[in-house]
T-cell receptor, first 113, second 115 residues
């Protein structure tokens, strides 16, 4: 059964810093990996989706990478802003026709002005 | 495109009553929808997979008689929490799977409080 782990559980950085959030998964037979953002009491906002044939995706200040062989993905945030403060969730799509998502527990990011 | 709505966004009910939550894909058809539950400061846990025209598949530990799922059309799935108890209070989120993109699109969630 797929397990997704995110490290660190919480991270606090000063505004303007670049930062990396880590995600690891146990079953490399995934077909997509997705990063989400969740603000307190709110639903999920999709940030980036990386297909299994891709190694990275970029959107604005965000860059996500995927290394299936090592079971790892990273989310890089450049020039962090206080508005980036949220919980970031990594989720892996299982294959074999189920298309189920397994979520990590998230990294709570605080960007200090 | 690929918008999913949920209704209601929040609900308060008394212990012992039933509550229905709707999940709709607004601009695409979804043969498969998923229901998740999220407790405070926890991640999303998959409760069940809802397939249009057939019975839902429940994850281990989820009571199918308590959490009734109906996926009667390609754009609507409902989750009914029967005989709700305070421990059922949680944030319930649905998603709809779009075959064209092989991606799940999430609704905004429903906050259920059972008093």
């Amino acid at each position: 059964k797929q397990e997704v782990t995110q490290i660190p559980a919480a991270l606090s950085v000063p505004e303007g810093e670049n930062l990396v959030l880590n995600c690891s998964f146990t079953d490399s037979a995934i077909y997509n990996l997705q990063w989400f953002r969740q603000d307190p009491g709110k639903g999920l906002t999709s940030l980036l989706l990386i297909q299994s044939s891709q190694r990275e995706q970029t959107s604005g200040r965000l860059n996500a990478s995927l290394d299936k062989s090592s079971g790892r993905s990273t989310l890089y945030i450049a020039a962090s802003q206080p508005g980036d403060s949220a919980t970031y969730l990594c989720a892996a799509y299982s294959g074999a026709g189920s298309y189920q998502l397994t979520f990590g527990k998230g990294t709570k990011l605080s960007v200090i002005p | 495109g690929a918008v999913v709505s949920q209704h209601p966004s929040w609900v308060i009910c008394k212990s012992g009553t039933s509550v229905k939550i709707e999940c709709r894909s607004l601009d695409f058809q979804a043969t498969t929808m998923f229901w998740y539950r999220q407790f405070p400061k926890q991640s999303l846990m998959l409760m069940a997979t809802s397939n249009e025209g057939s019975k839902a598949t429940y994850e281990q530990g989820v009571e199918k008689d308590k959490f009734l799922i109906n996926h009667a059309s390609l754009t609507l799935s409902t989750l009914t929490v029967t005989s709700a108890h305070p421990e059922d209070s949680s944030f319930y989120i649905c998603s709809a799977f779009q075959g064209a993109s092989l991606e799940q699109y999430f609704g905004p969630g429903t906050r259920l409080t059972v008093t």
